[in-house]
């Protein structure tokens, strides 16, 4: 696949088949998504990618961080009910995702600012692989609310829980919102 259609083609997947990812494939897809560009070269992501029934523990965790993000939801969307029941599905089960990869940092000399730009790089780079591999994803932040739950589960210390993705074959195909005007400004052109 191309890069340009990986980069517009790439929706937040909710909804996946319970068909099993191959082993093989996510360490190929991490091969290569860890080409990811670091603060002096540090690398010092971490990825912790799970399947059967840990995941299903990890999944059972993270879904208790949705109580800390309903007083936002309702606010945001008190007219559209519909939404806050779509995401609170969405964390119960993480759209039955066979795959639930959590993204850290290990603490590397430098400031936070820089490793959360690190782990943010590679988990782009990870999510637009896994497309081009015809696997869906969903960077998400919400579950980083229970971080020391999830590390507690996962024997981690000393790391910073940056985001969790599921990931798993599309079981949907999201709708492509549509990018906000003006988000560049170019000065000193001619
Ligand atoms: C830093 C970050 C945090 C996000 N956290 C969540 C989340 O907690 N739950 C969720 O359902 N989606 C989450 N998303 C996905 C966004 O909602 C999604 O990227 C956005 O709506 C645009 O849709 P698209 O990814 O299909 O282009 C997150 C995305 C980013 C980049």
Redesign the pocket.
Known sequence: MDLYEAIKG???V?KFKSTPVPKDLIEKIFEVALWAPSGMNRQNWKFFVLAGERKEELVSISSTSFQY?EPQLQQLYAEKPKIIES?RR??KRLGEAPIVVCAYFEPANMEDVTSFQNV?AAIQNLLLVAHAEGLGT??????VTVANEISRFLGVKDMTLV?ITPMGYPDET????PRKPERVVYQGFE
Not at 138 to 143: D, K, Y
Not at 174 to 177: A, F, I, L, Q, S
């Open positions: 790439r929706r937040s909710r993000l995401t969405f964390f943010a969903c960077w998400m932040t919400g579950p985001a999201p709708k492509v919102p």
